[in-house]
C-alpha cells in the first residue's frame, strides 16, 4: 500500500509541477517549490496524522517528482510521459532511496534517469521519426559542440 501511494505521489507531483510551470506559466523553479512546500508544511506541522514513514517519505517523493515537470514544453509534449516518468522516479525511489543516503542529489538523478528513460523509448515518439526523441536532443547536442 506504501508503495502505491508514493507511486500516485510523484505522479501527480509530475503532472501538477508540469501544469503549473507552462499552463500558469509561473516557470520551472517556483512551480515546483511552491508545489513541494505546500505539500510538505502539513507534514512538518503534523507528524502523526499518517504513518511515520509516510509523513517522512511523501514529501520527498514529492519534491523529486516535481523535478519531472521542471521539463521544457518541448521536450516533453505530453502528460502521459510524465506520468510514466513519475512512475519509473517511484519505482527508482522504493529501491535505490538507502543506497543514495547521504549523497546529495539523488532525488535530480534519479527524476533525470526516470525522464530519459522515459523519452529514450520508441512507443512515445510519432510515427515519423525513426529515432526517439532523447537520441535526437544527444545527438543534436552532440553535433553543435562538436561545430564549435
Known amino acids: 500500500m506504501t508503495a502505491i501511494i508514493f507511486i500516485l ?3 501527480i507531483a509530475a503532472m501538477v509541477t508540469f501544469y503549473v510551470n507552462h499552463e500558469l506559466k509561473q516557470g520551472p523553479v517556483r512551480s515546483s517549490a511552491l508545489l513541494s512546500l505546500l505539500v510538505a508544511l502539513p507534514f512538518y506541522f503534523f507528524p502523526n496524522v499518517l504513518d511515520v514513514s509516510l509523513s517522512k517519505n511523501i514529501p520527498v517523493v514529492f519534491i523529486g517528482g516535481s523535478f519531472i515537470g521542471m521539463a521544457s514544453k518541448k521536450i516533453v509534449d505530453s502528460y502521459i510521459k510524465l506520468a510514466i516518468s513519475g512512475l519509473v522516479f517511484s ?5 535505490t532511496s538507502n543506497f543514495f543516503n547521504g549523497y546529495g542529489g539523488a532525488l535530480g538523478a534519479s527524476a533525470g534517469i526516470a525522464l530519459l528513460s522515459v523519452l529514450s523509448l520508441p512507443f512515445f515518439t510519432p510515427k515519423k521519426h525513426h529515432l526517439t526523441n532523447g537520441i535526437l536532443q544527444l545527438r543534436k547536442i552532440i553535433f553543435k559542440r562538436n561545430k564549435d
Open 9 to 11: 505521489t510523484a505522479i
Open 91 to 95: 519505482v527508482i525511489y522504493l529501491n
